[in-house]
């Protein structure tokens, strides 16, 4: 079994409510919907929060509840601004209180850097668990208390074994930018999510026909990031972008 449903499976087993962690601006592609339909099987409750509503609108958000009809029971949530977290907990004492056990337990899941240990410092009030803006930064479950009566179980976040898409895996910002293959090809898809906030926040703007590679070497120029002979240095430049999206610096506000 993969180390996916290993990890997975012990926190399905052992939590009596599951919050999956989404990412505001891919909210579609941080779902896993093999993971909410085993959920639903097993008959335990599941609570989708949508993390990180700072880094969009909130006319988006207002379009995403009413044209998602399975996201209408889920809670926006900013960890950074502070929003949502008087809900989401509200939420969360209402189905605790239903359930027949006295020590209500919480697994918190989802991609890595989606936001979990932020969400259970969130709830909890306190830094709890410990949050890094590199992915990957939970490595074990921990259980932490919420109150005498309800804890969190932070977990490593979960890619699925067979998802090998570093193109998504870099924009939902699962995969840092040291470690990809081809940051260009994530790039290029970053332009095409978002290529009017990239020029907001850079203070820059593009020409139409520009490729990924004239767009970026009209930053690196910018940005002075220019190798020996003054050749603008794109891969940097690239890194620094994909960086940029993945800790928020550049919204979709
Ligand atoms: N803009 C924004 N950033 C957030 C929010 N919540 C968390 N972050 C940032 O997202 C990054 C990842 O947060 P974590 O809480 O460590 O995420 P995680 O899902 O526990 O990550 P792993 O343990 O690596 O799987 C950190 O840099 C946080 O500061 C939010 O609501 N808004
Ligand atoms: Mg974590």
């Known amino acids: 079994m993969s180390n996916f449903w290993r990890i997975v499976n012990r926190v399905l087993y052992e939590s009596d409510i599951l919050l999956i962690v989404l990412d505001a601006r891919l909210i579609d592609e941080t779902r896993n919907v093999e993971l909410e339909q085993k959920i639903s099987k097993l008959k335990k409750k599941q609570l989708l929060v949508i993390n990180k509503s700072d880094l969009v609108s909130i006319h988006y958000l207002r379009g995403v509840k009413r044209s998602n009809f399975e996201l209408s029971n889920s809670v926006f949530l900013s960890c950074r601004k502070h929003m949502g977290t008087a809900i989401l907990r509200e939420k969360i004492f209402e ?51 919420m109150t005498s009566h309800i804890y969190f179980f932070d977990t ?98």
């Not at 239903?98 to 410092?121: E, F, R, W």
């Not at 830094?127 to 590199?134: I, L, Q, T």
């Not at 998504?168 to 095409?192: Q, T, Y």
């Open 95 to 145: 189905i605790a209180k239903d359930l027949p056990t006295a020590l209500v337990k919480i697994g918190v899941l989802g991609y890595p850097n989606t936001g979990k240990s932020s969400v259970i410092n969130a709830m909890c009030g306190r830094k709890a668990a410990s949050v890094s803006p590199e992915s990957g930064h939970t490595r074990s479950l921990k259980l932490i208390k």
């Open 156 to 253: 490593p976040g979960v890619i699925p074994f067979l998802e090998k898409d570093e193109v998504k895996h870099a924009l939902i910002a699962s995969k840092n930018p040291a470690e990809l293959k081809n940051p260009l090809m994530v790039v290029d898809e970053l332009f095409r999510l978002a290529e009017v906030y990239i020029e907001k926040f850079y203070k820059i703007k593009f020409d139409k026909k520009d490729d990924v590679e004239a767009k970026l070497t009209k930053l690196a120029v910018k940005f002075g990031k220019l190798k020996k002979g003054g050749i603008p240095d794109i891969e940097t430049m690239s890194l620094i972008v994909i960086r940029d999206w993945q800790t928020g610096k550049i919204s979709l506000i």
